[in-house]
């Protein structure tokens, strides 16, 4: 993919340069937000992008500031006023004039309304808390269960370890290889006929982040367990309580950590 | 107009005054005959925009009316005894520029104060009849008050000439006058302070003490806080106005003296600003202490989006005051040697207000909630406090560093240590700017109790000692300096002069969206927590809509003081009171 | 200069426009609307007291303006998702029932303050918040479901309700 919101940075940048060596602020000036606007945009490489709103705002701060910073001093004020000068008095540039006035901004207005007007497809907003927070204590098959503070209990077998991980791995492929897939990346021969895709363990931001009781409160109640807050509509995951036992949903537990390389958080 | 005896002035004052009391009173009496009575639950609706939109716009006109003729004397006071001091002539007639501006400006005043009297009662019977019954006194002490103030004004505006070989107490009638202000400042404060914080009432509302109704935890701290607003509100209106007579004025003459009174007043109305974030959490810990809920409401609940546009507001003031310094460089001989350090001021006060205005929590669009959450992973980091008060002070030190460079870009240090002085002033800045950095990162790592009762005082504390230190630094260094020239006073380019402007504009619009704020902190309360508000306009509007209805009436605002400027020139013109005799 | 106090005017207008369009276009809009006193009626089933107590925290209540749902740093007040567990907890501790402790919290808050938090919380029966009996006892219920078994009912639990009620009023008149 072509990283484009560097390339206008470095445009700009060089605008902003070759107009400082031929002193002509009001290119300098232009150079200048063409390049923090790609800057923001190519913050969308290292972080989450930027939200449109608060570039937004930045431009309009920087377009305000350096506006200010060049009609300080009397001369570079004048010089960055010439172009402008040029184009609405200079004899020679009347074309130049008619098109701006009668073709561009009819068109740069026609622009704006059309972005104003055009539909979106968007669904209405709601911010899903994919990870809520478990009640701290659940039913399970009728028994209940503390989940704030819940431990594995079968970790506490050391000795029987990579047997518990084996079993697990039974369990899993019997019951969530077809969604959470193979390679347990969340991509199962079924999970594209859901929406939002099934998780994947692997990376650091699913399991890695959360502590063993919530994996087996989440394992057990599935969908139905979920806070309004996380839609429970909009997840498929079953309630593993009907189908397995407590120490089942413990060794698949340990299964999906053991073999993703990630450990339960602990804090 | 100064020709006008002293003694008819004052019959002049007293009969206008007593003339607007009478109809305010009168039109009250038959207002409540001719209207119909009043709905169940105590309102009458006011035509079209409704009674909340009118008694909003009124109520804040005049408020902003007061605030400048409570703030204008005190420095035009200051001024005078500067004058009689130094017996600097140019000082004196700044100070009757301004005492002219707000003996004038009375009229209006007491004529917006006087809608406003008749509108509430109408408006709001049951409200008022609460108000009247709990602090109904403090409001004849007002009225008798208000006479004398009133008094010693046209006695003061009057008497100037006449006084002239005994300035002295011509300054201590000056000093009744702001007494006088002060008081009547006191008095209304405690009726809002009342609304917000309640106390001295049962929970009915019936009245247990009355001094307890009056002494409530606003009303001393919201008291220094409109004062101090006062001051610097009242400065913004008079640069604004040596703006505008900069702008028509046709003489090399008087530009050059109101260039000289808008930059004076400017400074007067930025230095005193620097106290307001002080005075403002003052206010907000008695918020606070009053109502925890009230206080987070205020900062964080609904009025939180408020706190944005305030950034952006302040940090355009900043903006516009560091312009006008940096193009005043222009002006000093000698100035063009510090355009190169404007570049890098410029830096740090772009950086300073991007962090400023950068929203804690951010409105999305869908994808972008998607994406990341309600909070940006590294914008929600310079949308929190630790970072607006470290951008903040960093913002406030450009600011006073463009204001040294002004001040000593004309001058040439003479004192033998001068190489050592300027080191020491690098230190100092390059100190405190750390030191307000590392206490800013600190600040992320503390609970919100330790940073807000600790960290941010020490802050400001660390500002304000480097610019006191910097203060006595420069004026040791510059004694005696070589002077390369004198400023050119009225060299300046016409574009300056707008972001004076631009600064009142602002201030005021400020001015307008903070009295809605601490108006709609109380929410659907008339009297928090004591009378209820039934009405149809108990909701809080959109921001838009308080946006829309604090423009409209800071463009009347401005409207009735461009007639006020523009009738003191007519007058100066038919008095021949030129403006170019100094 | 003739025409300037015009050109003066004109930028007084525009910026105040600037600052309109602001304040219309780019902050979020919406109102805030005094809220509806709820009433609950006789027999209420447990589960539509909770719905109705979620209800209550998010508008009339104001709950959300201190407590945050989830737990997270610098919190200015107990998290409510886990709030169910605590009252239990907390009620042992102080040899109540959790019914009587999960009143006390809301009508007497001061009296017994979770460890690492400031007194802070205003009495909810009182103005301004005002909520009534009814009201109170659905925010219980709601609170109870987060983590525990909800015991309290309408109007079964009015009594302990107003004891604690009592001994707020006792304490206020000290």
């Known amino acids: 993919m072509l990283k484009i919101y560097p390339v206008i940075a470095i445009i700009g940048l060089v605008i902003s340069i070759g107009s400082v060596i031929r002193k002509s602020p009001f290119f300098n000036f232009t ?67 008619v098109l701006i006035v009668f073709i561009g901004l009819p068109l740069f207005a026609g622009y704006l309304t059309y972005v104003k007007v055009k539909p979106t497809y968007d669904p209405p907003v709601s911010a899903r808390i994919v990870h809520p927070e478990p009640p701290s204590q659940m039913d399970f098959r009728g028994k209940s269960v503390n989940v704030l503070g819940l431990e594995n209990p079968l970790r506490k077998d050391a000795a029987n370890f990579a047997k518990y991980v084996e079993e697990g791995k039974k369990i899993y492929y019997q019951n969530c290889f077809f969604c959470h897939g193979d390679d347990l990346d969340g991509k199962g021969h079924l999970s594209q006929a859901f929406n939002p895709v099934p998780l994947p363990f692997r990376g650091t931001d699913t399991i890695a982040q959360l502590p063993e009781s919530f994996v087996f409160w989440r394992v057990s109640k599935g969908w139905r367990g979920l806070p309004a807050g996380s839609g429970p509509w909009n997840s498929s995951m079953p309630s593993f309580e009907d189908f397995l036992t407590e120490e089942e949903v413990w060794k698949v537990i340990m299964f999906i950590y053991d073999s993703t390389g990630n450990k339960p958080r602990s804090w | 107009m100064a020709d006008v005896s002293v003694k008819k002035g004052l019959t002049k004052g007293l009969i206008k005054l007593t003339v607007l009391l009478g109809i305010g009173f009168i039109f009250l009496f038959v207002l409540g005959r001719l209207l119909p009575a009043p709905s169940e639950d105590g309102y009458r609706v006011f035509p079209v925009i409704g009674s909340r939109v009118w008694v909003w716009i009124i109520a804040q006109l005049h408020l902003n009316f007061a605030a400048f003729v409570l703030g204008v004397p005190i420095f035009a006071v200051s001024m005078e005894y500067l004058s009689w001091r130094r017996s600097d002539g140019r000082l004196d007639r700044i100070a009757y520029d301004f005492t002219k501006l707000f003996t004038l400006a009375y009229t209006i005043t007491a004529s917006i104060g006087t809608i406003l009297l008749i509108s509430l009662p109408v408006l709001y019977p049951k409200f008022m009849d609460h108000m009247m019954r709990i602090l109904g006194p403090t409001w004849w002490l007002y009225i008798v008050v208000m006479y004398v103030e009133v008094m010693v004004c046209y006695y003061y505006y009057y008497s100037w000439h006449k006084m002239k070989n005994n300035k002295g107490a011509h300054v201590a009638i000056g000093g009744l006058l702001n007494i006088m202000g002060v008081i ?19 929970e009915t509302g019936e009245l247990i003490s009355r001094w307890h109704a009056i002494k409530t935890h606003m009303w001393i701290p919201l008291s220094i806080h409109r004062l101090v607003a006062n001051v610097v509100f009242g400065a913004g209106i008079a640069a604004s106005y040596a703006a505008y007579r900069f702008i028509v004025s046709e003489t090399d003459e008087d530009r050059a003296y109101y260039d000289w009174m808008g930059y004076t007043s400017a400074m007067i109305s930025i230095g005193f600003s620097l106290i307001l974030p002080g005075v403002g959490y003052l206010l907000g810990v008695e918020i606070y202490s009053f ?61 300073g207000y991007a962090v400023w205005l950068t929203p804690h929590s951010i409105a999305l669009s869908l994808d972008e909630a998607r994406k990341m959450g309600t909070y940006h992973p590294v914008l929600g980091n310079l949308g929190v406090m630790a970072a607006k008060n470290t951008a903040v002070v960093i913002t406030y030190l450009v600011t006073f560093l463009s204001f040294a460079i002004f001040k000593m870009s004309n001058k040439e240090p003479v004192v ?11 230190i100092i800045v390059a100190g405190s700017t750390v030191a307000v950095l590392a206490i800013g990162v600190y600040s992320y790592m503390v609970s919100s109790s330790v940073r807000v009762k600790v960290l941010s005082p020490i802050q400001f504390g660390v500002f304000f000692l480097s610019i006191i230190a910097l203060f006595i630094l420069d004026a040791k260094m510059f004694k005696n300096a070589k ?46 927590g004591i009378i209820k508000d039934t009405s149809p306009d108990a909701f809080l509007p959109t921001h838009g809509f308080a946006a829309v209805v604090t423009s409209i009436l800071t463009v009347i605002f401005f409207a009735l003081m461009g007639l006020l400027f523009y009738g003191i020139m007519k007058l100066e013109k038919k008095g021949g009171q030129g403006g170019a005799k100094a | 200069m003739k025409g300037g106090a015009i050109k003066l005017f004109i930028v007084v207008v525009g910026i105040n426009i600037f600052f309109a369009y602001i304040g219309l276009y780019f ?13 609950v009626e006789k027999g209420i089933t447990q589960d539509e007291l909770v719905t109705l107590g979620e209800t209550i925290i998010f508008s009339k209540g104001q709950c959300m303006v201190c407590h945050p749902m989830k737990q997270e740093t610098g919190m200015r007040a107990p998290a409510i998702a886990t709030i169910g567990a605590e009252i239990v907890k907390s009620a042992k501790e102080r040899n109540m029932t959790p019914e009587a402790y999960v009143f006390e919290a809301l009508v007497n808050p001061g009296e017994y303050v979770q460890k690492g938090f400031e007194n802070m919380m205003p009495p909810v029966h009182k103005p301004p918040t005002s909520l009534t009996e009814g009201e109170l006892i659905a925010v219980a219920a709601f609170l109870q479901s987060k983590g525990a078994n909800v015991t309290v009912s309408y109007p079964e639990s009015i009594p302990v309700l107003q004891e604690q009620i009592k001994i707020e009023a006792k304490k206020g008149g000290k």
């Not at chain 1, 506006?67 to 009397?74: A, G, K, R, T, W």
């Not at chain 2, 033998?416 to 690098?426: E, F, M, P, T, V």
């Open chain 1, 31 to 97: 150079g200048i937000l063409v390049c923090i606007y790609g800057l923001l945009k190519s913050a969308e490489y290292v972080m989450p992008a930027l939200p449109s709103q608060v570039i937004l705002m930045y431009m309009a701060m920087s377009f305000f500031s350096f506006f200010i910073y060049f009609s300080i001093q009397e001369e570079t004020f004048k010089a960055f006023l010439e172009p402008m000068r040029a184009v609405f008095a200079d004899d020679n540039k009347a074309l130049l004039r």
């Open chain 2, 184 to 202: 009547m400042l006191l008095i209304t404060s405690s009726w809002v302070g009342y609304m917000t914080t309640p106390g001295g009432v049962s």
């Open chain 2, 291 to 351: 109502n925890e809920q009230m206080g987070i409401q205020l900062m964080g609940g609904f009025f939180a989006w408020l706190w944005v546009m305030q950034a952006i507001l302040i940090g355009a003031i900043l903006m516009f005051v560091n312009y006008y310094l940096w193009i005043s460089l222009n002006k000093m001989p000698g100035g063009e040697r510090y355009f190169k350090y404007v570049k890098y001021l410029f830096i740090v006060m772009l950086l």
């Open chain 2, 416 to 426: 033998s240590w001068a190489k050592l002085g300027n080191a020491l002033r690098i």
């Open chain 2, 483 to 528: 002077i390369i020239g004198a400023p050119r006073w009225g060299k300046m380019p016409e574009r300056s002069q707008y972001a004076l402007i631009g600064i009142t504009v602002t201030f005021t619009w400020l001015m307008g969206m903070m009295g809605y704020m601490r108006s709609g902190g109380r929410q659907y309360w008339h009297v928090y």
């Open chain 3, 27 to 39: 902050l979020p809009q919406s109102q805030s609307l005094p809220p509806k006193t709820i009433k």
